[in-house]
């Protein structure tokens, strides 16, 4: 699985007529799936390892979630949802399964390196810099559970605000208010502690 190297998923247009085409293959042809699965695949594993207990946990859901959306692509119909909000909707139901009845720990190598913050040279500097991603992480778990599921599909599933919307079932000004107040709350949190 090269999750590392899979772009964040960010659709145009165009990229949501190639996902249509791509989609309309797989239906017709299940080893055109393959190509789905390739374009979806790191950003999926990213966002799966950040609720899971460990990579290998985050593996398992990942292959679960591209099975079940391997066996339902014949009930799927676009009808305003791209195909990657869908999946994304696969995962995040998939995550809700698995915490049934317990807390989930956080895999924050996952985040995607384009999203680290630059790394110090000296080790003063990297340790003020995993104290200060320590803080972050806690402050994080301390949200309610919507905004960070809100946070973690915007920064670690590389998704729109209006492909959460589509996957959360509400509409794009919710999200973006609900994420900008996210942060809010993260970065006043951060600047007291």
Known sequence: MDEASAPPIR?????????????????????????????????????????????????????????????????????????????????????????????????????PESRHPMAPQDPEAEAIRHEGLDRLRSLLDDLDPYRRDLVILHFVGGLTQREIALILGTNQTEVQRQLARALRILRERYHEG
């Open 11 to 111: 659709q145009d247009r165009s990229c949501e007529d190639k996902e249509a085409e791509l989609v309309q293959a797989a239906k017709v042809d299940p080893t055109a799936f393959d190509e789905l699965y390739r374009r979806y695949v790191g950003s999926v594993y990213r966002y799966l390892c950040v609720h899971a207990d460990a990579k290998e946990d985050a593996e398992d859901l990942t292959q679960q979630v591209f099975l079940k959306a391997l066996k339902n692509l014949p009930k799927y119909e676009d009808r305003g949802l791209p195909f990657s909000a869908w999946l994304f909707r696969i995962a995040r139901n998939a995550v809700i399964d698995a915490r049934r009845g317990q807390r989930s720990h956080e895999i924050w190598e996952a985040l």
